[in-house]
């Protein structure tokens, strides 16, 4: 259990005894007994005809049968239910006014010190409206930064008390974007950030201890207060809030907070039922924003076309969320938070009790899940003996939207909401004038006749439209208000004989109305009686979706388990190893258990051991690698600093990216995703086999080594764009960024180990701080991380090649490397791969001297060399990329296949598992229904570890499933009648474009395809 | 008679910069060829004979007379110039450098600006190009909403008055944006993104009416001298397009902004062709009934998408020529897709792989794109008048590793070296002296 510092104590003691007295002493009585109501002391318990004792803010006793004390004044609340107040799980503090200080942490989107309560102002507005849904106590959050500071619970009364300080700590990937100069300004950055931040605060803690006990032997620390917080949170186990938009954002959180031991909460996104597996096995609190999408616009069907399929599930889908998540096991809590209009909260909590949540378990997520989650559990939440006097006070059941709030009660003292008697004045009456009996009928607005919703609620209002009849014809009612119990509308016409415009007034008791009519000169009195009573239509409610979920959500996602038999046998094909076996006609290859298990002549299994594909005229091929690609991770460049070693698109994968379906489809197994070449040092990358439907961490290639991009040239000295004045800005000043970070890493790696060594420096001394760039900076030197370089100009990659030389490593592969055929023979002595383009050149001046036959005369001088694709389209045809080494300098098609299979593994050091088809690696491979670098070639099937990820016949079946479930969902959203007041819905049907990213900047990559 | 030995034929000319053919002196026979007429039929082992820069005849055995010179080319491929619809070439040299571009006039409105006139004839991309059998380009401005005239360009002369081919080929229209924006103008609503669509369609329609009204009075026969209609560049230069309808190429993507185009022209009376025409696919009938030819810009593309089947934009071809859409296939310009004219052959066998017959694929990059540029009277096809713009293989024209080892620009034999070559040469021959490499 955490540790809260609760604040709640005797409220009343502390208020008088602190507080000067302004004028004269203030004493309201607080002792108070609430009699005859039905009380719902908790979710699933409640007392009819009970009576609540509140004394000095808390609440002293509740039951059937107490006896009123001699000191409680009596309320009569006959026909009312009372709740525990409600809690609202997010009220965010805008505008905060952190003042700066010199204390400060350095990156000043860490504020983790900082107490959102102390800008709390909320407009009386704003104020109101939350009283009005029955909010009692809200979660006080901060706006800013990434660790953006601290959360208070705090009761919604005048004083704005706090029930608990320093309930959670709030992260938020906040990323600014590439226009702005501070770090970070990527995903990518804020993830290392976040991972560095709290690596510090450790270190930061232990170190304070040291320094405490052992003063003499160290030099003082500056005082960090946002690390000091966050020490204190995880050591006292307190939730860390990540703010999620979408589900990628709550794995993210959770992976963080299983690597740093932390609690985690989320402020749910609403999408997590896409990714719901793997979100529950971290079992978060989360807190929903009560907020659905509106209707996507697809009346037009040229706009529909703009919404993607997971867009339209979404909205059939939203509302769903809570019960989805609920079933898995997991507790969270509401706000209305995002909500403009508060109004909406109850007509949302209808929908969601709607999609199959109780009443019981919406209550508690209002009340006692927050309560508990907050270790408030002993005070707020319920109806006890010793709680707080946080009420919410009901003419009816709060989960009828057509009931009302009529008055809460904060720490034992009651706000008035309205009026606690109100009659539905819907119907005919008589109406009574000097002996003339007239119908009066009201009823609710034509507008609303047609959305039962609205229609309940504003009968429930009393937001009414009605005439009075006199035989058959009839006068329609101007003005018609009515305020409480009073009634006011107008009347022009004959009536009482005289042809004006006669106003009405009146006061409603029960089913009476009692008042006078003015006619400008003279009044007259009415009397009217109710004759009919509206009776309530029923509401349309709600199903659940009966959409199939796929994964990742959207089209071409999976529905169902893919192929994955024990064993599979082609039979009869042409199978072009990329081994020594070389290409083999008429032969058989057979996989066992995901591994190849033998390429022979002739191979026989017994019957129904194993899949048998008929290999006739068809051919084999290892599965393409792309050695250079920036599909399937939803960021790219961290370019705000020239060194950010720290940063990894492993943290960012992007399962969902549908390029990694297409790319199946042109036979691609296996990619190198790497950071883009914004910086001379950029960040780590991560090889990954396109594992469709899998979940993001399971994309990786696990025994891939580790590896990193770095970049040279025009970019990363931002020559081609306005850059921020960053150093370097020469080819000069990038060699020289690249030895100081070195040196650094050795200094480093130097320092750790010395106090390793040292027992006696360990126990008193502060330990070497662990810093993540440097960490990964030296384990390239020790030869453990791959350094793969963009690079394109034959002085700079001879420069690279020298620099690895003297620090006493290898360069892996060096990227695009255009120039180098004019420096093969220093790529072979060095022993670095060139993974480079096929025959692009002239979009930039440093590649002015690209040519086609670069692929080949490098492979001529026994340099390793692969093509790559760098473009998401690109990628899925890296067969007939390959062929132009055939065409461009006159490569067998062989060893050209090579380029994109066998040499970019070895690039990868992953050529012990794939990029040929010999036995002992895994099953990845490619059927083609032709010579594999034709163009006019086909692929049939694409395998991955012996699971089936993607075939020809699938591929149909799944474009018609599509397409068969966008029309069941457009037109079920066409034939939604009811008005939705949610959040619009931006359409995103368009893909990324992923076009030669390394020249783009993660804006650009997230932003839509130019659809001028 | 002066039998040239094949020989001749590999060798490079010049090692440095590639100098432009010189006027055919001679008639040549290409003796035994396969040949690719795309107007008609495959023809094998055929003669072709040319002279002056036209073909003059296409037999299966012709008598030369005694000037010509004789290529015996048995087994080899005569393959018309490909022809790429829209470019940059010449008015580019290296893309992200500002100072070599110039295919974007500053504003909005350029109806006046041509391409020809600022086309480099001395450019690297020119003898990349056609090393991969392009022989003729449309270079067209490209920004603003009236980007300017394009012109075709042969990749060959001294000049760029040698060098063009047809100017203008045509009035440049970029279509106004119609995606309903919720992300860069997330501050306008639908409606205000579609009044200012409406705006911007309104200023074309006007231009054209301003058109209209200047012809109108400069036409007009009785005037005062003080009535005379002063001079307009702009309006000026549109006439052509406007009054006597010469073509104007309109790009346009979006399915919204191929139809909105297309029912703009049938108003106007005006003949357009589309650029571009990703979403072609989705309503090709307009396009067929109004008769409107289509520019593809890129077949091997990624889906517009994510829903749309994924192989959509390989199979257009194939749909668009189903449908009976008369189009041709070109590649999508811009960083850093301007040097890449020369993959343009491999976007045709994309579409063939796709459904599209190596026949039409064929004439998407040669006579489909010089119909619908207006210059079919002189290239595209292997006839007897028109120019002798073609190449010479040794394998069939829409196969992977096809290299021209010969090819003709109105009868001026080109040089096909270029820079990359010559780099290739003087780095194999680094190798050869450090002992590496042996061939």
Redesign the interface.
Known sequence: MQKFPFLFILISVIIAQTEPVEDIHTNDPRVWALTHAMIHTEPGDSIKDATLVVRDGKIEKVGRYIKVPLDAYELDMEGAHIYAGFIDGWLEVKKDEKTKSPDDHWNEKIRADYRAKDDLKIKKKDLKALHSIGITAAHVVPEKGIFKGKSDLVVLNDEMISVAKDVTELIEFKTTGWSDNGYPNSLLGVIAVIRQTLLDADWYQRSLELIKKYPEENEPLPLNPSLMELADFKSNRRPFLFMTKEEHAALRSLKISEEFNLRPWLLGSGYEYRRLDKIKEHNPFIIFPLEFPNKP?VGDP??A??F??EQLKHWDMAPDNIKRVFDAGIRFGLTSGTLKNKLDFRKNLQKIIDRGISQDVTLAALTTYPAEAMGLDQVLGKIQPGFMANLVVTDGNYFDPRSRVTSIWLAGKEKYITERHKTVLAGKWDIEIQNNTYELELTVPSIYKKDKNRNQIALANNQLEGKVSIGDEFLNLMDLKIYGNRIEFKVKGTLLDIDATLAFKGEIKKDKIIGTIYDGSKDYAFKAKRTVVVERIARDKEMMSESKLFLPE???GLDKELLTPNAVLIDNATIWTCGPKGIVEEWDILFVNGKIDKVAPDISVPMGSALVIDGTDKYVTPGLIDCHSHSAASSINEGAQAVTAEVRIRDVLFADD??I??QL?GGLTTANVLHGSANPIGGQNAVIKLRWGSEPEDLLFKNAPQGIKFALG?NVKQA?WQGNGRYPQTRMGVEQVIRDAFRAAQDYRHRHKTYDRNSKAQKKTVPPRIDLELEALAEILEGKRLLHCHSYRQDEIWMLTRIAEDFGFKIATFQHVLEG??V??RLAEHGAGASTFS???????EV??????NGT?MA???VLVSFNSDD??LAR?MN?EA??A??Y?GLSEEEALHFVTINPAKQLKIDKWVGSLEEGKDADFVIWDGAP??????VLETWIDGTRYWSVDE?VQL?ER??LE?EELIQKILSHRSSSSGK?M??N???P??F?NC?LNDLELM???D?? | MRYIPLLLFTSILFPNDQIPGTEQKRPILLRGGTLHTVSGDVLEEYDLLFAEGRIITIDEQIQPSPETDIYEIYGKHVVPGFVAGYTRIGLTEISAVKQTNDHSEIGDINPNVRANVAYNPDSDLIPVTRSNGVLVVNSAPSSGRVPGQSSVMKLDGWTWEDATLKHPAALNINWPYMYIDYEKNRKKNDKAQRDEYDHQVREIDQLVRNVRAYHHRKSAKERKAEHKQETDLRLESMIPFVIYKDPIHVKANDIRQIEAAVKWADEQDLNIVIVGGRDSWINPKILVENNVPVILLGVQVTPRRRFEPIHIPYKLPALLHEAGVHFCISLDPGYPMDGHVRTLPDEAMRAVSWGLSKDHALRSITLSAAEILGVDDKIGSLEPGKDATFFIAESEPLTQTTNPIKAFIQGRELDLSDRQKDLWEKYKEKYRRLGRLNE
């Open positions: 616009k040229y706009i076309l703009q993607s399929n959207g089209a071409y549908v390029n379906y297409r489809g025009e081609n055929y004019k093969a023979e025959d692009w050149w002239q979009y930039k001046y002015i001297d690209a040519i086609p036959y005369l001529k001088n026994n998401a389209e045809r007939t062929m132009k055939v065409k300098g670098l034709s163009i006019y070639s086909k591929n474009e599509d397409k966008r619009a931006r359409p049907s368009a893909t474009r992923h030669h020249e932003g839509l395809e659809f001028e």
